[in-house]
C-alpha cells in the first residue's frame, strides 16, 4: 500500500510535530543532565523493527476507551499499523505494518515512514537498560566505555566474567 499525496502530506505534519515533541523532550533531558547511552553499530537491514513496530502509550490512552480508539484508528488509517496484539499492563500496542513486504525485507513507502520508525532505536537509549530486538546491528554503548573497559581489564576477573560485565555495562 503505497502513499498517495495526501497521506503523504499528514504523514509530514504528523513526523514534524512528532519530532519538535522528541526535541523538546530530550532538550529537557539535557537540562536535567540525563546522559543517554550511545548508539553503536550500524543498521543491518534485519527489518525486526518494521515487522511488528510496538508503541507504548500514556496511560491516558490506555484507560480511556474514545483515546484509544483514536490512537488506533490514526494508527491504522494514516501509518498503515494494524492491531495484532495489546499489553494492557505495559500500556504496549504491537502492531503488524501494511507497508512492510516480507518477501523484500523492506518498506513500500520508507521515504513518508512515520517518526517512530525513523527514530528507531534512539528512543530506547534513554532507559535504564535497553533492549533492542534480536538481530539488530545497532548496540547501546556506555558514555564511559573506554575509561570503564580500562578500570575492568585492571580488576582480577576470569575471562567469562570480564566478558559478562562488558556485555551488561554496554561496554562493547
Known amino acids: 500500500m503505497i502513499d498517495g499525496v495526501l497521506r503523504r502530506g499528514i504523514k509530514g505534519v504528523a513526523r514534524g510535530i512528532f519530532f519538535l515533541n522528541l526535541w523538546t523532550d530530550r532538550g529537557f533531558r539535557r537540562l536535567r543532565r540525563e546522559r543517554p547511552y550511545l548508539l553503536g553499530g550500524s543498521c543491518e537491514r534485519c527489518a525486526a523493527c518494521c515487522e511488528a513496530p510496538a508503541i507504548r502509550a500514556l496511560a491516558l490512552v490506555s484507560l480511556s476507551g474514545a483515546l484509544r480508539r483514536a490512537f488506533l484508528a490514526w494508527h491504522a488509517r494514516v501509518n498503515g499499523f494494524v492491531l495484532v496484539e495489546e499489553r494492557r499492563r505495559e500500556r504496549l500496542f504491537v502492531f503488524k505494518c501494511t507497508h512492510f513486504d516480507a518477501t523484500t525485507r523492506s518498506c ?28 539488530c546491528g ?35
Open 108 to 135: 513500500d513507502s520508507y521515504s513518508s515512514r512515520p517518526g517512530i520508525c525513523r527514530d528507531y532505536p534512539r528512543g530506547l537509549l534513554y532507559q535504564a537498560s535497553p533492549v533492542l530486538l534480536p538481530g
Open 138 to 172: 545497532y548496540r547501546p554503548l556506555a558514555r564511559n566505555a573506554a575509561a570503564l573497559g580500562r578500570e575492568l581489564d585492571a580488576q582480577p576477573l576470569t575471562d567469562e566474567q570480564r566478558a559478562r560485565l562488558r556485555r551488561h555495562l554496554y561496554l562493547q
